[in-house]
């Protein structure tokens, strides 16, 4: 059982920047990111394999998010620049024990972060 502990959500103006933190309770394959929107449903937004720091990207993100790791710590992140309204959502840091991008299972995931960027 991997416990997932996500930070750094909060309130921002378009254009912004923010970080998210997500912390493991232990080592696991891939840990990535969700986020749900008011009204719907939840989309992948980014992920990383932790051996190898292989990334995948929804277009909507690409560009302007970025996630990095932290192996020692088992710590991902994600940076998300040159925010928009749209990114308003809960943010939901996952893990998958056996494979990684947006089609991978993710068996583990956090209680959810807000994001509200405003106009």
């Known amino acids: 059982q991997v416990q997932l502990v996500e930070s750094g959500g909060g309130l921002v103006q378009a254009g912004d920047s923010l970080r998210l933190s997500c912390a493991a309770s232990?080592?696991?394959?891939?840990m990535g990111w969700f986020r749900q929107a008011p009204g719907k449903e939840r989309e992948f937004a980014a992920d990383?394999?932790?051996?190898?720091?292989?990334?995948y990207y929804a277009d909507s993100v690409k560009g302007r998010f970025t996630i990095s790791r932290d192996n020692a710590k088992n710590t991902v992140y994600l940076q998300m620049n040159s925010l928009k309204p749209d990114d308003t959502a809960v943010y939901y840091c996952?893990?998958?024990?056996?494979?990684?991008?947006?089609?991978?299972?993710?068996?583990?995931w956090g209680q959810g972060t807000q994001v509200t960027v405003s106009s």
């Open positions: 990383i394999t932790m051996s190898t720091g292989n990334t």
């Open positions: 232990g080592r696991t394959y891939a």
């Open positions: 996952a893990a998958s024990p056996r494979s990684g991008g947006p089609h991978a299972t993710y068996d583990y």
